[in-house]
């Protein structure tokens, strides 16, 4: 596919596991970033990402060398990396402790102020264009799942999975931009 | 960055991902994507602030759920009764031309019954013909409507103007014309008169020739209203 590349972090394992201490660096410079963005976007609260991303990165160098590979190396380590979070959050509900974002909205959303006001006046802009990305948001926050959703929309997840990426595609443009063209 | 994701379905679910809106096995098949796709990765890390900012800021949410409100309260009633008439899904297919054509009806009902009201509605008809003898012709009042009154002038040619009169011997008039034009070829000509327009009594219709001093291109005939 013209313009399309493959990570291909498979490779990069492969040759790491050969003795390329070059394409081994380079696999944990890339499962870092990927598992500190997830694990933020899981546990919101980057101290806990990085700890569980951490966690995560000691027990794949452990065993990446030796590892019998069924799917692919990103699927294992997804699934190493998933294990740590679930740990983690289970162990987080044993000590009774609430997520951040629910105690007091600090966190990665309670930061940026500018970006907020600009946030905000994207997502007026966008409902003249795309009514349906706030009352999709609206039914999810309101805790409805994504098959209620849809059925009360009538329309397909698959639907709503583009109505959702045309309008976070519209959004930031407009954040970037300033303005919707 | 790259140009592209490696696999689109995947990556026209990356804001469900960052809104929390995924199942456990579509979460699990995009994360791994996003570990194998560096275009969705640079995109999800750009959008990272303002993606918590969607799914944990109570000020994102309430101003989500104004715009939501907007949405659906003003135009619920209408939506309810445009869909009623012109259903996005039809359950039954010949909703929408069925709804057209009762549509075209109801705003062509007016015109119709202008056309109609214009049209004479002939309730009754008498005959005249000269030298033929027979029953009175007689007009009744209480059939209402109008009535068309059918007589023959031998001397008529067609488009020529003759004086034609039908009164009362008292004196009373419901038509006269003095330039009746309307004969055809075996000099048929014929009124169309509204009862109403009728007293009750003896009548006589009279066909005269204005060009002739012939008395004998008079033409008489006698009927009675009652």
Redesign the interface.
Known sequence: MIGACSLDINQLHENARNGDSNAEKKLFELLTVRFRYLATLRLKDETEAEEVTQEALLAISGEFREIVIERSFAAWAHKVFENRIRNYTRSRQKRGRLISSELNNEGLSGRDDHLKRRLLGCLRRLNDLNTRYARILNLHYHGYTTDEICEKLDIKPGNLYVILSRARSLLQECMNKGDLI | M?????NKRY?????????????NEDL?KL??H??????C?S???????????????????S???E??????RPHRFLYRFKNLLWP??PRFILAKPITVIVVLLFLSFPVYRVITSKMPRIEQTINFYPMRSGGENIIYKSKGGEVSINFVYEWAKPGREYMVLIAQPGGYSPYANGKYSNFNDQGLGSIVLHVNKFKRGSYILTIVDPLSGDSESKAVYYFRVE
């Not at chain 2, 890390?45 to 303002?50: G, P, S």
């Open positions: 790259t140009s592209n994701c490696i990556g026209e679910m990356l804001h469900a991902l960052e809104l929390g809106m995924l199942s699990e994360q791994i996003l570990m194998e796709c560096e275009y990765f995109r999800a890390k750009e959008f990272l602030n303002a993606a918590a900012l969607l799914r944990d800021d109570a000020d994102v949410k101003v989500i759920g715009l939501a409100e907007k949405e659906t996005d899904r």
